[in-house]
């Protein structure tokens, strides 16, 4: 449970991050967009556990022609999807929704990397032990 929270939580962070990056992604509302922030996360989170997988295979032999390349086009309709869900959370455009995503993939792949299940900080180190 600690794992799934430390997640959410550096998501939520990494995503406030690229809002912040994007001058076309925009956090509104209550609390300075705080609220649309945490049930943009939310919403994120949910479509990339259930509508993801989904796209993913009705999409798999264009993904296998791109190289899988496609998954970032699938990544972006992610975001383009939360967008029309959350009142406070606001993308203009595709393109800005394409390269939010290639930002936030990156940036949640590498704060989240060393996290363990258990919301431990692991560290592997590569190398004969002496």
Request: net charge positive; charged share 15%; glycine share 10%.
């Amino acid at each position: 449970m600690k794992g799934f929270v430390g997640r959410f939580v550096i998501n939520l962070l990494v995503l406030a991050l690229v809002a912040w990056m994007f001058e076309d992604i925009r956090l509104e509302g209550a609390l300075n967009g705080a609220v649309a922030l945490v049930f943009a996360g939310i919403i994120l989170g949910l479509l990339n556990a259930f509508v993801r997988p989904i796209l993913i295979l009705f999409t798999l032999p264009l993904t296998i022609i791109t190289l899988g390349l496609f998954i970032f086009v699938i990544n972006a309709l992610l975001f383009m999807m939360t967008d029309a869900l959350v009142r406070g959370f606001e993308i203009d455009g595709f393109f800005t929704a394409l390269f939010a995503a290639l930002v936030y993939s990156a940036l949640s792949f590498l704060s989240t990397m060393f996290l363990s299940d258990k919301g431990k900080i692991e560290i592997v180190r590569l190398g004969k032990r002496g």
